[in-house]
């Protein structure tokens, strides 16, 4: 029988408040992507769009600017931390309601929060809005017709949340 050592007692970091900080925007997010959910199911065109399932459910996360700036790099080639990045669900995930995840930069949130004048949660409310309808397929990039319809679509969830069009994400880039 080997000789019994001593274990040196595993000692966890204190969380810091930078992370305490993702974890409690992360439960907020989590939050809001359900209500969001909740709305977009009542809209035909839009449960015409996803799974044929009842509910639907989608991973959001909240990171930091390193983190976002190497997904973005890595998915999209491109070197800067974006505000939203959407990962669509491959099947046969979709087809039992988990659409995918977004992937959402705190800081750059905030930022644009700033930048637009209005609230951190009003931002989030859009980032989540702007990424849903990625994964349910729409791309604005595609031309003018999908932008088109990406923004009509942005403004009537936000109308949800008493958000007004104009701050939509495709509404305010116009």
Do not use: C
């Amino acid at each position: 029988m080997p000789p019994k050592t001593a274990r040196s007692p595993v000692r966890k970091k204190a969380p810091t408040a930078a992370s305490r900080e993702l974890a409690a925007w992360n439960r907020r997010a989590g939050r809001a992507i359900d209500d969001l959910i909740d709305f977009a199911l009542h809209f035909p065109a839009l449960r015409r769009r996803g799974p044929r399932t009842p509910d639907w459910r989608v991973g959001v996360r909240l990171v930091g600017n390193a983190e976002m700036k190497k997904l973005n790099a890595h998915y999209r080639k491109k070197d800067y931390a974006t505000d939203v990045l959407s990962f669509a669900s491959p099947e046969p995930f979709r087809s039992m309601g988990y659409l995918g995840e977004l992937a959402i930069a705190l800081p750059v949130l905030k930022r644009q929060a700033r930048e637009h004048h209005h609230s951190a949660e009003t931002e989030l409310w859009i980032l989540l809005t702007h990424g849903l309808l990625h994964l349910l397929g729409m791309d604005h990039e595609k031309g003018a017709k999908a932008a088109a319809e990406q923004r009509t679509w942005e403004a009537r969830l936000l109308a949800f949340t008493d958000i007004s069009h104009e701050r939509s994400l495709i509404g305010r880039a116009r």
